[in-house]
């Protein structure tokens, strides 16, 4: 019997990462599989369980609890209803896992760590396909992660870049 793999999807709720989300679901998911969505939110936070978890992330959360919105209230998060419905469909439909994991600090160095903390046997995230002078001025959190990550790294563009 084969190992289950764990399918990591950068998701940080915009466009792109929803057309990353829907991509690895459509392309990638197979029966068995762990989906882990990892969540990277900026630093500086002084609420409460955040405090604990700022450096090493949370725990793994289920799908059941990061879809409920009242328990979503503790991690200052509120999921996207789209994101919600993509991993749901595809946990009763696929037969998989959906886990959750939240970071905070910056997108690059954390999405990193959680390749290695988690771990993860691959990773799927979108490109928000900024303009050649705006990636030299922000940098390119996918590029960044494409060349510092131990797993494979798939860039899932959209359509309209």
Known sequence: ??????????????????????????NFVKEGD???????????YEHGEIQLWESTGTPLIPLAEFSDPTLMKKYDLKPDPEVIDIVSTAAKQKNIMVLMKIYWGDAREKICEAVDHIPVDCLTMGNRGLGTIRRAIMG???NYVVNNASCPVTVV????H
């Open 1 to 26: 019997m084969a190992s289950t793999r764990r399918l990591g999807v950068a998701v940080d709720f915009s466009p792109c990462s929803i057309t990353a989300l829907q991509w690895t679901v459509d």
């Open 34 to 44: 762990h989906l882990i969505l990892i969540i990277i939110r900026p630093s500086g």
């Open 140 to 142: 390119s959190v996918s």
């Open 157 to 160: 563009k959209r359509a309209d």
